[in-house]
């Protein structure tokens, strides 16, 4: 298996985008202090390689973010394919469910998922998300209303906030 990259340059950070098996497995921040181990994780789950040349898929996905950074896009057709334990990808394919502009808290995403009382562990398995941004992670802020944790850091999520209540 090969996990196809490629950099993408958005206008608060670069990203890596990654796709195996014609899936998008990998929008980070290039910048993350948890890149090797994301990496690390990725090989070991989809057992797989990076190899360093784009796909269609990191293709369109670029494409797909040029057209959201410059606020021609609210919603991403690219197919995902999340590599985490079966309750990681409960927490990531909700997060599909936060609309564009909104924000929602950790305890709001543990009862989306059916387990109110996994507010501990919503917050651990949001942090884990290899695919920022399309999996749309940075729209969970704590209880009190705050920014809490985001990989980009707290001021690429302010950013993406911004951006999106335009």
Known sequence: MIIHTEIYHSPCGDLLLGACEEKLCLCDWTSEKHRPKTDCKLRKLLN?????????????AAYELEEYFAGRRRTFNIP???AGTDFQKKVWSALLDVPFGETKSYAW???KIGNPK???AVG???GANNISIFAPCHRIIGSNGSLVGYGGGLEIKRFLLNLENK
Not at 48 to 60: G, L, N, Y
Request: aromatic share 8%.
């Open 48 to 60: 797989a390689e990076f190899v360093d040349t784009p796909s269609e898929i990191t293709r369109r």
């Open 124 to 126: 651990l398995a949001n």
């Open 80 to 82: 995902l394919l999340f």
């Open 109 to 111: 995403l543990a009862k």
């Open 118 to 120: 996994a507010v501990r």
